[in-house]
């Protein structure tokens, strides 16, 4: 059984609920984000926050939490012609994608993450790629990561796991995921905390806004990956309230 994780760590919402799940059944996990001259480019800042976060308020995870890396890949930004990475509105193209679809990105972003746990020795490589409710990315799919799976054992000649623990659920499933690993955290009030701090710290917003502050955290409010998380949200706090209810 593997025990050790890196966690493709952007600083959204899917990424640090991944991150958190990592740290509830790996004895040792690391972080790794990229650099692509995004321009959501605040979410650097943001993961940071999170780390600090996470370390701060779950002691039982403090210490399974090892090294972060961030990678330059300017590159990525050179070669791509998408609304994330130019300043251009979002809407669909021919091809029936969104143009926030950056092409080779996740393909680039496992193979780079396998080499960094090829040298730091992790066994497994986390990412919060989902095919449930998201837009339909090709690079998000579960074919595509078993397929990447296989290159990249084949290639690096060692077994690489990539695990992918969002892929077949929605955004409201992903909150409570987040609620449930943190209540089984044993940290105090662990559910709502983890779920405060998604919020508070994690960023989503393609436009990279941070002034604007909703029940679901900050963002513009309107970008796709707002109204994705917006959404998913309400479903989440919907649920809860019926949960909750008596009888
Ligand atoms: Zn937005």
Redesign the pocket.
Same mark, same amino acid.
Request: charged residues 10%.
């Given at each position: 059984m593997p025990t050790s994780a890196l966690v493709l760590f952007s600083g959204g919402q899917d990424s640090t609920t991944c991150l958190a799940l990592a740290l509830s059944k790996y004895e040792r996990v690391e972080t790794i984000a990229f650099d692509y001259r995004q321009r959501h480019h605040v979410e650097l800042t943001s993961r940071l926050h999170v780390l600090r976060e996470i370390k701060a308020h779950f002691p039982q995870w403090a210490g399974k939490l090892g090294d972060d890396h961030l990678l330059d890949l300017a590159v990525l930004g050179e070669v791509s012609e998408t609304s994330l990475t130019r300043d251009t509105a979002f809407k669909m193209e021919q091809s029936g994608l969104p143009n926030t679809f950056v092409p080779g990105r996740n393909l680039l972003f496992l193979t780079l993450a396998a080499a960094v746990a090829y040298r730091r020795d992790l066994q497994v490589l986390m990412t919060g790629v989902c095919e449930t409710d998201f837009s339909g990315y090709p690079d998000c799919r579960d074919e595509t990561m078993k397929a990447m799976q296989l290159a990249l054992s084949l290639g690096m000649a060692k077994i690489c796991l990539i695990e992918t623990p969002l892929m077949w659920i929605d955004k409201a499933a992903t909150w409570q995921l987040a609620h449930d690993l943190g209540h089984s955290s044993g940290a105090l009030g662990g559910g709502e905390a983890l779920v405060h701090l998604i919020i508070e710290h994690t960023h989503t #917003?393609?436009?990279g806004?941070r002034t604007h502050r909703h029940a679901w955290g900050y963002?513009?409010?309107? #970008?796709p990956?707002?109204d994705l998380r917006a959404r998913g949200y309400g479903r989440f706090v919907g649920l809860t309230t019926k949960q909750s209810e008596p009888g």
């Open positions: #917003c393609y436009l806004d963002g513009c409010g309107s #970008c990956a707002c």
